[in-house]
C-alpha cells in the first residue's frame, strides 16, 4: 500500500502543475491531494474536475487490472464503494462497460463463501432492456424426471394469491410502494419447500456504507420455478377435460350439445 501511495504521490508531483502546493502528507502516512484536510482515509483526492483519479493500464498479459481494490475484515467488508449524488440529470453509484474480446462483461459478479451468499443483491425496482436467461442447458443437469402423475394441480390449488402492501416500517429496504399482488412465502413453503429460500437483507446503512442496524432475514419465493409447474398443471387439467369429453360423448354426448343441456 505504501509503495502504491508513493507511486501515485510521485506520478502527481510529476504531472500536476504546482502539485506540490496541492498534496499534503502527514506523519502516519495519510495523504491529502487538492485538500489541506487530512480524512481517516489514506488517500483523500478532492478536485472540482470532471475526473477525481484517472488510471491507464496499458501493456500485454494474461489480465489487466485497471484498479485491484482488496478489504479485509472487520464486520462489515466493502471491496469498491461508489456514490453518485445531487447531479442535475442523471447520477450513477456505479457505471460499467465491457468493451472487445471474445466475451465482454459489463458487470461481473461472484459471491461465495458465505452462509448466504448473492451474485448481485438490488434494494429496490430492477429493470432491463435486453432478454433475460436462466441456465437450462442438459449439460448441466442431472437427475432428470417428468413431473407426470405428480398431482401438481391439486398443489398448486392450495395456493391463495392474494393483494396487499408492504409495511413502511422497512422502507430502507426499498420495498415496492401501492397495492401488490402475489403469495404468502410460508403459504407457499408448506405446499412447495422446494421455492422457498431463506434471504438477507443488509441493515440500514449511513451516507459512508456503515451498518446503522441489523440485517433483516425473511423468506423469498422463486416466482420463475413456478412456470414449469403452470405447464405441467395446465397439462393435467386438459387431461381432465379430455377425459371428461370422452365419457361424454361415449354416452352420445358431444361437448356442443353438454353446453346447452
Known amino acids: 500500500m505504501k509503495r502504491l501511495l508513493l507511486v501515485i504521490v510521485l506520478s502527481l508531483v510529476m504531472t500536476v502543475p504546482n502539485a506540490l502546493g496541492q498534496i499534503k502528507m502527514n506523519s502516519d502516512g495519510r495523504v491529502a491531494v487538492g485538500t489541506t484536510t487530512l480524512s481517516n482515509a489514506v488517500l483523500n483526492v478532492v478536485s472540482d474536475d470532471p475526473v477525481g ?40 453509484g456505479v457505471l460499467a462497460t465491457g468493451d472487445g474480446g471474445n466475451t465482454s462483461y459489463g458487470i461481473y459478479a461472484h459471491g461465495k463463501n458465505a452462509t448466504t451468499n448473492y451474485a448481485g443483491y438490488f434494494s429496490g425496482d430492477l429493470a432491463y432492456t435486453g432478454n433475460l436467461y436462466d441456465v437450462s442447458d442438459i449439460q448441466f443437469k442431472e437427475n432428470v424426471a417428468v413431473l407426470s402423475g405428480t398431482g401438481i394441480l391439486s398443489r398448486l390449488l392450495q395456493l391463495s394469491p392474494r393483494s396487499y402492501t408492504f409495511k413502511a416500517t422497512y422502507d430502507f429496504m426499498g420495498l415496492p410502494s401501492g397495492k401488490q399482488f402475489g403469495l404468502i412465502a410460508q403459504e407457499v413453503e408448506a405446499v412447495f419447500p422446494e421455492l422457498v429460500r431463506n434471504q438477507v437483507h443488509p441493515g440500514p446503512v449511513d451516507e459512508e456504507g456503515r451498518e446503522t442496524g441489523e440485517p433483516v432475514t ?8 413456478m412456470i414449469p409447474l403452470l405447464i405441467q398443471a395446465l397439462k393435467e387439467q386438459q387431461a381432465q377435460i379430455d377425459a371428461l369429453k370422452s365419457a361424454l360423448e361415449a354416452n352420445g354426448i358431444t361437448v356442443g350439445e353438454a353446453g346447452q343441456n
Open 218 to 225: 425473511y423468506k423469498g419465493v422463486d416466482y420463475v420455478e
Open 53 to 92: 483519479m484517472y488510471v491507464t493500464t496499458e501493456g500485454s498479459g494474461n489480465i489487466r487490472r485497471g484498479v485491484n481494490s482488496v478489504t479485509t475484515g472487520g464486520n462489515s467488508s466493502t471491496g469498491l464503494y461508489g456514490v453518485g449524488q445531487d447531479a442535475a440529470l442523471v447520477n450513477f
